[in-house]
């Protein structure tokens, strides 16, 4: 059976998949968008992963010097890789998990402190079960009453410092109280970036910060040739827009913008009608007239959508925005407005090179067969038949820790669980037409390209799945090598 499952695999059958790809959610033709809006952090500006280690070990500085927590702390450094985006924190069992879409934790991936908890403990911290009531789950924007969800990508910094705390009082047998812990950390990465350190480290060295600066420009640029109109609207501040957008578009890149709205608050921005726009002069100093129109080459502070969709009239399906974070970018823009939406998941790249190795490909289509084989053979019951079962059953529990181990040893793919869909993936399909790893992918494709979704095969649609074809499940009379099995 195994060598039939590799026999299957015709050379070149890796690396099919192209980092590079947009993929599609929904259909969607971008003839038909007329207005395309951005985000800035991590949706025009991709940053460095040397910006993490410089969050965490801030944000560690201040819990000790601002915060009193011990010196002790000072010896932890930022721990890459450690943490994925999409992770669920427990606030009052202090557990860094993942959770799939229908609400169940993946056993092997709950971690408190730097070290995993045991499965056993896990089901019975849940009332004997792996599943989180929807009551405790995340609301609307990833935050339940005591589980919060970390769903952009400065979120890592703050996963592994909330880990490595926990870690250091569990060694050190401090009692703590954990929503304590949990709102102390909230606040100083909240201080990083409140307190505009962040941004001044990135300004000080945009070179060193800021990737694939050239590929932005054309991606604007061949926009604004096609007579799209383009629009910004990021919480970030204008000066520090200011220079990263010259760094990587040019001095004159405002006259590419219709519209650009800086410390927009999102994503009150989009539900809030309470804050008026309010103008910035070329120094970027407040104007306290009232703004009655918005006006290409100018910058705006604060606001809110309502005002912005009555002075632009831009409004349902012919507006494309992009952003990075699911809830505060994506999520009302889509479900309350009708605007259609790009979500920029850089993970992307680094997962698709691992699903395009042999050894990926290999262990989950063998993984698929073994499977199969179980569902078919489960019926024979009798003493030799279940020692081979439990066989399969235990190599089948190896090959999905396996897989899942080449995304990320503690937690695996941002996108599945050993096989259902994570969290993180359900958000992505419900708030996003469109994904893709960084907004230079439209590079790829025409301005009036179509993206077609494909169709999934739901269970009972499937015309032919792996383990049927290797365990005779389904008559393949077009595959003569297969004759053997039935």
Not at 257 to 282: G, S, W, Y
Request: glycine residues 6%; negative net charge; proline residues 4%.
């Amino acid at each position: 059976m195994k060598k039939l499952v590799y026999d299957l695999l015709p050379p070149g059958v890796c690396s099919l998949l192209n980092p590079a790809t947009i993929y599609a959610n929904n259909e969607i033709s971008l003839g038909d968008i007329e207005i395309y809006g951005f985000d800035y952090d991590y949706t025009l500006a991709q940053y460095s992963n040397l910006l993490h280690s410089m969050i965490f070990n801030t944000a560690r500085d201040i819990l000790i010097e601002q915060f009193k927590y011990p010196e002790g702390l000072g010896k932890y450094d930022y721990i890459p890789g450690f943490a994925i985006r999409g992770l669920h924190y427990d606030v009052q069992k202090s557990l860094l998990m993942k959770i799939d879409a229908f609400h169940y934790v993946q056993l092997g991936t709950a971690y408190r402190g730097l070290k995993p908890v045991p499965d056993e403990e896990v089901i019975e911290l849940y009332g004997g079960t792996q599943h989180i009531p929807l009551y405790q789950m995340s609301d609307f924007y990833g935050k339940g009453p005591s589980l919060k969800q970390f769903m952009d990508i400065f979120s890592l910094p703050e996963m592994t410092l909330l880990s490595s705390v926990i870690d250091y009082f569990i060694t050190h047998g401090i009692e703590f109280d954990q929503v304590h812990l949990y709102k102390d950390i909230s606040d100083a990465i909240r201080d990083v970036h409140v307190k505009g350190v962040m941004y001044k480290w990135i300004e000080k060295d945009l070179e060193q910060y800021i990737l694939h600066g050239d590929e932005i420009y054309a991606v604007l640029n061949r926009l604004v040739n096609h007579k799209k109109k383009l629009f910004l609207i990021t919480n970030s501040p204008f000066s520090f827009v200011d220079k990263g957008m010259k760094h990587m578009v040019g001095k004159n890149w405002r006259d590419l913008f219709d519209m650009v709205i800086v410390q927009a608050d999102k994503p009150n921005f989009f539900t809030d009608r309470r804050k008026p726009f309010r103008k910035l002069d070329e120094d970027g100093s407040l104007q306290w007239d009232k703004i009655n129109q918005l006006e290409k080459g100018k910058i705006y502070k604060e606001g809110n959508l309502f005002d912005f969709l009555r002075l632009t009239g831009w409004r349902g399906s012919k507006v494309l925005y992009f952003g990075d974070h699911l809830y505060s970018d994506l999520a009302d823009l889509m479900l309350r407005h009708g605007w259609r939406t790009g979500a920029i998941v850089p993970e992307l790249e680094t997962e698709i090179r691992i699903i395009n190795t042999e050894q990926y490909m290999h262990s989950l289509t063998w993984q698929q067969a073994l499977t199969g084989l179980l569902e078919r053979m489960q019926m024979y019951q009798d003493a030799e038949s279940k020692q081979v079962l439990l066989e399969w059953m235990k190599e089948r529990q190896e090959i999905r820790s396996l897989t899942k181990n080449l995304f990320n040893p503690q937690f695996g793919s941002i996108f599945r669980t050993f096989h259902n869909p994570t969290y993180f993936s359900r958000r992505l399909v419900r708030f996003s037409d469109i994904y893709m790893a960084s907004i230079s992918c439209l590079l790829n494709y025409d301005v009036n390209f179509t993206f077609y979704p494909r169709r999934t095969p739901l269970q009972h649609e499937a015309p032919l799945w792996m383990d049927q074809l290797c365990t005779g499940c389904m008559k393949t009379p077009f595959l003569e090598e297969m004759v053997h099995i039935r």
